[in-house]
């Protein structure tokens, strides 16, 4: 939109701020039920939602405007959180515990008769992530504004989140999430900030009135992003930050030549093609998809943004760059906006001027980058093809990014050829590629893991040549979550108890949570009468959903034992269904004295390619036909596969939980957060020396954690020469649970279909080492058994896993970025 035009809206005097006492709430909700909405005898129960949540983003807007203006002044140093995944989950109750007026909302509707949860039921959420990585980035969002932080999130707008997943006869099957279909009321589009993006096209060297040389990008293909912004509240403070999602449309232009030359259709088709790139989130969490659309995604977002940044720069600061790197940082969450380096680059070198060397001092100086995996074959590596076509100015200014610094590493290495091709941005294969994150390290001037043992894997394995080279660049940032969603949304029976017990400080800081320990003592008798109390209330809810998801009912005395994340062969479900059938077996056998009691419940979306994973979910759910329908076995052990896992589900999970599953192959898993989510809602975890599991395991202490498996260093060694065989040899147990399975008692209509699961626990190959940690994991299993029928003892161990999850708050972890890397 052409800044002519505009009204200069700062100029319009402040408004009141508007009231939020149950009457005016009230009046709100009624005048945008009827007046905006327009429904006035009857209507579906989302409007009900819709009339509430814009009554309550009214009472959110002045101080997202004042948080703006605080923001433009002059010096103020700012970060940008740039993630291609925001897994935000729902919104609606997280404003009405930030603003401390959910009491008042409750009130506002009774005269509706309206009930609060009903209306919180009808918001979508937003699944604009796949896992672990872009709920961490909608927990940093909330720890920013609570930390009053200046940091803005930008990512994308896509039309559909991630896939809902149904389950029909066993099978997962994918649905797709049209999340805003409805529209969203948390959103405000804002047009009049379009970027314009370049695709394609060739580039042309040319001399400048000064005679030197510089670079045009030209006849590109064209698309434009536009900006939406969704307020992220700071918990009972005035920050209100902001998520900006661009949305992909086309250029005017485009569509207009077509048009005017008679081709409507055609019109509309580059039309479509503009606005794919938004259009869907990529359901694959690990590997990489190699797609054109994937990278298109990820140019987009980080040129929108990267252009956004130096247009709020300008405003303020005008043309001169020379302290741009001192009030600006990049965040780049994993290697998939890491396009930005270069992107960066070219700003700087082809539209603003820059020489080659002041302008490859400020990219070095504002981009950071976070990893968030070990494995190697996730490692995003791009065709040198493909990046030429779709990006060639970006290609050439990788090409000569990898030319300068393969010298540095000659110089520091005279010789080494070897290390230059360990090194180098480009993999010389048959199809060179571009790997990701070398070009992040090589950009950035801080690169970090996510849990102690992930950071110092990277330094001694992954990014060795580098770390050597670079050891200052080097850190770990262990993660976290938020406290305000993980315990005081989705858990308020507790947060009150808990209140009650420490007073409320402990939201705002979760340092406080230790006071807690002084209660865990059982002589504190009634504490630990509450405690349980409602540990048994938040199971019956689980226990509800469970029941309306997948038909399965759970007995609320037994064990709670769980495993939600994304379907992973490194995450072992396989390992947790075993244990099961090992149960089962035992039961049949009737051995089951001192038994406790077990629902064991699984749940995660596979990515739509995965065959393995997609074989699990068919495995859980014929092992759990079978031992929920026999009789002998199903007051003894429950089985449940929960289809659709999702964050508003996981609200209700952790707090029902009484076993925490994180059973990774240690080395594997870089951090882990569901496990953080479970300590600070009262599970004890059974897990493996893995991710941030070690350093749970430090803050509740041994006695408190079941911990079992090989250590990462014996994994490394035992893949050298693994003989599966041998354990089943060995292990009587393990025997008697293969034979089963591999008999074919639990596909008995369906022969031969677990065969690609069986071969690859039986295989040498197997990289996760599933069949070396059976023993030791049902031993683990044991053990927690036996500690749970000590009922009082389990309360205790419940009650320290809360009060010693303090550390794993997102606001320490947001702490330590800002200290350490942004220094804002
Ligand atoms: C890459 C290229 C093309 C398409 C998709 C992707 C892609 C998308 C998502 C690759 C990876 C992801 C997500 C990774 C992820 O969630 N990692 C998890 O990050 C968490 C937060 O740091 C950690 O706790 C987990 O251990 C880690 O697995």
Redesign the pocket.
Known sequence: MPKKNWVDTSKIPDMEPLQADSRSLSEGFHRYLRNHLGHFLSCVPFYIYEAMALTIRDRIMARWSNTWQRHKQPKTRKAYYMS??FLIGRALGNHLLNLDIEKETREALCKFSVELEDLMEEEPDAGLG?????R?AACFMDSCATLELPVIGYGIRYEYGMFRQEINEGYQVEEPDHWLRDGNPWEVSRPEYEQTIHFGGRTEHYKNKDGIHRVRWIETNDVIAIPYDMPISGYCNETINTLRLWKATATKAFNLDEFNAGSYSEAVEAKNDAEHISMVL?P???S??GKEL?LRQQYFLASASIKDVIRLWEETDGTDYSNFAEFNVFQMN?T?PTIAVAELMRILLDEKQLEWGPAWEITTKTMAYTN??LLPE?L?RWPVSLMESLLPRLMEIIYQINKLFLLEVALKWPGDTDRQARMSIIEESEQKQVRMAYLAIVGSFSVNG?ARLHSELLCNGLFKDFYEFWPHKFNNKT?GVTPRRWIARANPKMTQLITEQIGYEWVADLSHIHYLKESANPENQEFHQKWFDIKQANKQRLADLVLESSGVEFNPEAMFDVQVKRIHEYKRQLLNVLHVIHLYIRIKNGDTSNWTARNVLIGGKAAPGYHMAKLLIKLVNNVADIINSDPDVNSKLKLAFLPNFNVSAMEVIAPGTDLSEQISTAGK?????GNMKFMMNGALTIGTFD?ANIEILEHVGDDNFFLFGLKEDEVAEMQQHYDPQSFIDNDPDLQAVMNLLESGHFNLFEPEIFHDLIASIRSPHDHWLTLADFRSYVDAQENAAACYRDREGWIHKSILNTASSGYFSTDRTMQEYNKEIWKL
């Open positions: 291609l995944e796949n896992g672990g990585l872009g961490l990529y694959n969490d690990a990489e998809s994937r994993d998939h968030h995996t996730a995003e996510v993660n898993e870089a951090s882990g957060t991710g």
